[in-house]
C-alpha cells in the first residue's frame, strides 16, 4: 500500500485515533504501520528546481523488502509538479504534509543536506510519538542529532539495520511504549 490508501486510512480513522494500535478486521492481525518518506527536494537551491531524487524508490524498495507491514507516504509521489504550484496550492499540500507527520508511526530523514522542510517533518512526527530515522552524514545537526532515534551516514547503513532487524526492533519497541501509555 503506497500514498492513496496511506492518505484514505488517514483520512478514515481521523487525527484522534490515528496513532492508536488497534488490530485488523479479522482481530488477529496489528494493524500495519505507516512511514513518511522525508528528505531533502530543494536544499538550499536559490533557483527553482529540485536535487536528486533517487533515493526515494531506493528506500521504498528496501522498506518493502524488508518491512513489508510498513506503509509508505512519499511527499513528491502525488506531488511531481509541486515547484509550479499556485502560492495556495503549494501552502495547502506544504501544512497537509506537516499533519501527515503528526499521524505516521515512523518518519525516514533523508539529509545529506540541510532542508528546512525536511527538519519540519521531523519535529512534528517525533513530537507526535513516531520513530524518527536519519539516513545523514550530519550527525553534529542539532535537528539530526537531537529528533533521530537512530542516525544512519548513508543509504548502505540504514540497508544493514533493515536487514539486521534494528529497524523493525526499534518501532515494534516504541509502538509497545505507546500502548502502555495509553496512545501517542
Known amino acids: 500500500m503506497m500514498n492513496d490508501d496511506l492518505l484514505r486510512s488517514e483520512s478514515a480513522a481521523g487525527e484522534a485515533a490515528s496513532r492508536e494500535n488497534v488490530s485488523s478486521p479479522t482481530g488477529n492481525e496489528p494493524r500495519r504501520l505507516r ?19 533517487d533515493y526515494r524508490q531506493s528506500i521504498k524498495a528496501l522498506l518493502q523488502e524488508h518491512l513489508p507491514e510498513v ?23 506544504f501544512f497537509h504534509h506537516n499533519r501527515l507527520c503528526q499521524t505516521v508511526d515512523l518518519l525516514i530523514a533523508f539529509l545529506p543536506q540541510a532542508s528546512m522542510g525536511t527538519a ?8 507526535h510519538g513516531a520513530v524518527v530515522i536519519s539516513i545523514s552524514p550530519m550527525r553534529h545537526n542539532w535537528v539530526v542529532k537531537f529528533l533521530s532515534h537512530r542516525i544512519y551516514p548513508d543509504l548502505e547503513s540504514f540497508k544493514l539495520a533493515l536487514r539486521s532487524g534494528e529497524i523493525k526492533q526499534l518501532v515494534c519497541r516504541r509502538q509497545q511504549e505507546t500502548d502502555v501509555r495509553g496512545g501517542g
Open 35 to 53: 512511514a513518511f518518506l522525508a528528505g531533502v527536494m530543494q536544499g538550499s537551491m536559490v533557483e527553482k528546481g529540485l536535487v536528486a531524487q
Open 71 to 93: 506503509d509508505v507516504y512519499d511527499p513528491l509521489a502525488d506531488h511531481k509538479n509541486s515547484l509550479d504550484y499556485d502560492r495556495r496550492t503549494g501552502r495547502e499540500v
Open 120 to 127: 519540519i517533518e521531523m519535529w512534528e512526527a517525533y513530537q
